[in-house]
RNA sequence: GACCUCGUAGCUCAGCUGGAUAGAGCAACUGCCUUCUAAGCAGUAGGUCACAGGUUCGAAUCCUGUCGGGGUCACCA
């Protein structure tokens, strides 16, 4: 039975016929509050007007009304305008009976499709910290959206290609000695990323003199057009007072200064090259990219997360391509002098913004939106989901604008899930300040202090080497994991690496242990409990874990409906909290009343299977002991 | 500078579609294992919900402004 929508409807009743009056009220109802007794609280303020009486005696008379007319409200009180309605306990029990024994909360199909795309890396260095909260929401959110009841498509869309790939190419193919991750006993990502870091050190090294020589004015470039730009950045330094201002000028001149390198000269060259399709190039950009995808896979299976299909920019950026030509004939687009192309979004409160380079090669956003075109020509999905952080708020505005614009009808499905940035204590992660929190190695910190503490609490006898690393990986995951997802997506987080995760109080551990307790329990209980429940006096704990567990279905469909595994994990430690507090008040096997141990083993068991599969919306997976 | 965002206990976070006395966890202190796993439970202490106005019967929640943190404003991705 639906209890809220039964309650309104009561209510509605009431006012109806109390105050005759016919226009529909809008009734909302919520549950009490912990320190009030009642289950369902009624705030009657809004109709005051209606009943033409002080709110407690209007509070009052509905209540009177419902408990003489309504069978399932047992009781209620009044305090100042709230009326707190206490429903027959039987319903609670009802409620237990019928649904204990399910095992899954997967909700019936709403026919749509949805696609989320998540993770998303550069091929040119290892996963980090930010790629983590990434992963662990795009997966999470997959697995929620998937059991609210739509079809679901896992994507990763993998940047493959541009420049910085083709920094560490150069790198390795100059200063690698034909290192492989085989000879260097490193995962192919970090092999990758290894020269990314030779190239930007190497550039350092190679530039610095000359750096030092520009900003003191004496330096001459090849090229007039930079020159002049040179020049002129000068001249704004000289005059320059703000610190902001200089650094950003400074900045500007030690660019040039790069870019006017023999390295990334060589760098360009290489691009252009492999745009052309030179084969020495294209074989040494495949080969470093495997390497990179094997380790990509490690972490990834590591973390538990998968995906149902890959796109690559290398492949999508033509379609986009293709679009803008299509934009330019439809007049969404306009081209200036040197061939560039634009779209002017100043009527939408934006900027101008460009699609297509001069020299017509693609951008960033020309590949989004071939990489758009691409996904809904395969899946003809009815949303679109973008998990990626929110430094690109503006880009995806942009981006979602211009398919709109372009006449998509998918467009108006497109959402970006923005999240907030992982912090450390030290403030942003700097990959020039070395201060990057590598994927692989958190993982492998995790799994050491899950191991630590579990051989602290000494509870592991009996059980095999396998079963124990199994235990500490759960354990750890589980940590990881749910302190991440526990955060509103939207907000920005703070990670203390040094003070490492805990395991106890509002952690995963904590909400895994609860279950492991219940199984424990059950697991000695046998098999004879399982008969039917007519009635019996319930316990308050009973009571409150009973609607803990209600509540489930609706948390799911809120927690889809804001794209936040933040909400399930809440609700997880509101159940084990709830059950927690049950198991110390009462006894379950010791009981001796049948009906009554019975009745919590039932309870116990669906607390059980609730937990089980909420951890399995977050990724996270439960032990049987620990 | 313009735009976007955030500001809740010492710390990390809930609560934000307006409702009662603002909640958890960590850290501190006090109890509870001869009884089902103490990675647990119960309790004490800790708050001008950044600040100032406004709307309302009612504001942490909505609006405006101020201050403070972060982000974006690339022919980078």
Redesign the pocket.
Known sequence: MNIEGDIIASIEKAIAALYNTSDSQQVKIEK??T??V?DF?Y?V??IVRISRKSPEQTAEEIGQYLKTNASFIQDFNV????L?LVIDPSIWLNYLETNWENTSFTRPSKNEKVMVEYSSP?TNKPLHLGHIRNNLLGYSLSQIFQHTGYDLIKANLI?DR???ICKSMLAWKLFGNGETPQSANLKGDHLVGKYYVVFETKLREQTAESIENALKGNFEFTQANIQNRYSDTLEKLKTATEEKQIAKLSDDIKEFVRNNSNLMIACQDMLRKWEAGDAETIQLWKKMNDWVYEGFNITYTKLGVSFDKYYY?SNTYKLGKDLVQEGLAKGVFYQ?P?N?VWIDLTADGL?EK?VQ???GTS??ITQDIGTAELKFQEFGMNRSIYVVG??????FKVLFLIMQKLGKSYAQGMYHLSYG?VDLPSG?MKSREGTVVDADDLLNEMYET?KE??IE?G?TDGLSEEELNNLYTQ?SLSALKFFIL???P?????FNPQESI?????TG??VQ?TY??I???LR?AGNNWQTAITATALHPAEINTIKVLYDFPAVLEDACKDYSP??IC?YC?DL??AY??L??E?????ETDETLKNLRLKLAHHTAETLKFGLNLLGINVV???
Do not use: C, W
Request: net charge positive.
């Open positions: 009490t509050k320190d009030f009642g609280t705030v303020f809004p305090i100042k305008g709230f707190n550069n940047n541009g420049i910085h920019e200036k040197d560039s900027d460009l380079r001069g020299d951008v960033y929110n430094e690109q708020d503006y880009h940035m942003k899950a503490k579990t609490l509870k354990l526990k955060v509103d939207r907000k920005r987080m703070l805990d395991f106890q109080g509002d551990p904590f242990y492991a307790r199984r424990s329990i000695q933040a909400i809440q430690l084990a909290r927690n507090r198991y110390n009462v006894s379950i096997l010791r049987e002991r620990m």
